[in-house]
């Protein structure tokens, strides 16, 4: 509607960007007491700017389309009372200096003559997953009550009712999150609409390879099921042996755990493990599988060939200094015992012989920690000390020190990949080594990103930069749009259409606003 060289568009923009900070408010709608009854009055209002000598007051029956200005003067309120009740009208103002020359239009209000417009939205939030969706937003409205709707993030858009009047509905989607959680505000008939999104899932896997090793045969089974798992996954693994076989213990990464049939761990990084397996000797035969520790014998001993149906009886005799402490047979025990006679033999069994020092104390094993790696900590134990008495249950927790970080465990405690702490039994000597890393970690800020209606920028939303980096941001308006004004930290820079910040040291945000048309 206006024209003017380029002598005065400094001065304009200027006054643009007063108008625009300002912001034009469309206050409350009445009837004007001596109108007729056809007729509806308005009063507009605005924030007063600095260096003009008056505004005008622009109005049309169509957006962005003007008809009639009217001139009121160096004052921020005016009211028309020449409306046309139940019909819409649009208005904006101008400013302009002592010279004539005129600023651009202030953002848009709208009318309905003779009408008190309210809005509702229903629902005003909603939650997603990572995997994203849709989702709609009912508007509830008078008829002839005109409003619009955007998003400004470029992850969340409307796919239908962008604007509407009188009561509608608004259909939005959201992508699919491979970054942390998000949220975002929808302007909606003047409400908002709050929108969150969970940060994407792991999916970090690693693989459990089982293996069976030994002159018998048997199955390894794992819970739950499954070569490839997520990280974290707790696993327990169970060994079992076929007929005419005996398991006789793990190696590899559940070596820790012995001859127990289970064993249980993280995946936390990928898993080897073996399980071994015995033929028995013949079809008609049994085996009894005879030990003792430390302290004494058993007799006869290893591994003993009965005949099924008959009996064998074993001989447990202490070594000098020695006491027999217990005796197991099959992993229950029969007291301290200095012989025992398995009869009729049907199956195969086990017998085993503990001792006991009669003076000085039990069988002691030893407990050797280490640190590796580029980092430092600590390996503490529960009970603490290094020689323990045979049998008992330890606990072993790494602790990094400040700027390390925890990586994992090596050696007997393998298996408990990157969990703190490891547990067992001290049946023999134990080697444990708890690997640290040096911390390197690098600071980051975050730009806040927004674009009002009429276009959008990219990237949206808040976007993590790493410190002493830049990063580029693009306007774009929609068709029809223009690009009004970008604000960089609260600084206007122009109608540009891309914006850099460089050598980042702190948090920022970008801001761009768009207009109707384009002059």
């Keep these: 509607m206006y024209h003017q060289g380029n002598r005065g568009r400094g001065k304009l923009f200027s006054l643009f960007f007063i108008l625009a900070v300002c912001c034009l408010f469309l206050g409350a709608s009445v009837l004007h007491p001596s109108a007729r009854a056809e007729a509806a009055s308005v009063t507009l209002g605005w924030d007063a700017a600095t260096g003009v000598s008056g505004y005008k007051i622009h109005r049309g029956t169509a957006s962005g389309s003007y008809t009639t200005s009217i001139d009121v003067g160096n004052r921020t309120s005016y009211t028309l009372s020449d409306l046309t ?36 939205i229903s629902p005003s939030s909603a939650s997603f997953t990572s995997s994203g969706g849709t989702g709609t937003i009912t508007v509830t409205a008078a008829s002839g009550c005109t409003w619009s709707a955007s998003t400004g993030v470029s992850w969340a858009t409307i796919s239908s009712g962008t604007s509407g009047t009188g009561s509608g509905t608004v259909a939005y989607s959201v992508a699919a999150n491979t970054g942390s959680s998000r949220t975002a505000a929808f302007s909606v008939a003047g409400q908002t609409f709050s929108i969150s999104q969970a940060a994407a899932t792991s999916t970090t896997t690693y693989t459990l390879t089982l293996t069976t090793a030994g002159t018998g045969s048997g199955t390894i089974t794992s819970t739950p099921s499954g070569s490839v798992l997520p990280s974290g996954t707790a696993v327990t693994l169970k ?214 209606y009429g276009g959008t920028i990219s990237p949206s939303g808040s976007v993590s930069v790493t410190s002493g980096s830049g990063t580029s941001f693009t306007i774009t308006p929609k068709r029809g749009f223009s690009i009004r004004y970008v604000l960089v930290d609260g600084v206007n820079v122009g109608a540009v259409s891309s914006y850099t910040f460089s050598n980042v040291t702190a948090n920022h945000s970008i801001r761009a606003y768009f207009k109707y048309g384009y002059y």
Excluded at 88 to 115: C, H, K, L, R
Excluded at 420 to 434: D, E, H, L, P, Q
């Design 239 to 452: 060994a079992a042996p076929d007929a005419g076989s005996t398991f006789t213990g793990w190696g590899g990464d559940c070596a820790f755990a012995g001859t127990s049939t289970t064993c249980s761990g993280k995946m936390t990084r990928n898993i080897y493990v073996t399980a071994n397996f015995t033929r028995n000797t013949t079809t008609t035969s049994y085996t009894i599988n005879a030990s003792a520790e430390t302290g004494g014998s058993i007799s006869p001993s290893g591994s003993v060939s009965v005949s099924s149906g008959s009996s064998k009886s074993f001989t447990i005799t202490p070594a000098s200094g020695y006491t027999i402490s217990n005796v197991t047979v099959d992993g229950q025990s029969v007291g301290a015992v200095s012989s025992y006679t398995f009869s009729n033999v049907t199956a195969n069994h086990t017998i085993a012989a503990t001792f006991a020092q009669s003076s000085s104390g039990t069988t002691t094993y030893t407990l050797t920690t280490a640190t590796a790696g580029t980092g430092s900590g600590t390996i503490t134990s529960n009970p603490s000390g290094t020689v323990f008495a045979s049998g008992t249950a330890v606990t072993i927790t790494a602790a990094p020190d400040s700027g390390s970080v925890f990586t994992g465990w090596g050696g007997d405690c393998a298996f408990a990949g990157t969990s703190t702490t490891c547990s067992g039994k001290m049946t023999r000597n134990i080697y444990v080594t708890a690997n640290f890393t040096r911390s390197s970690t690098t600071a980051s800020h975050t730009i806040s990103a927004y674009a009002a």
């Design 85 to 120: 009740s139940g019909s819409t009208y649009y208005f904006a103002v101008t400013a302009y200096d002592t010279s004539s020359e005129q600023s651009g239009y202030s953002n848009e209000v709208s009318y309905a003559g003779g009408s008190s417009c309210t809005y509702s």
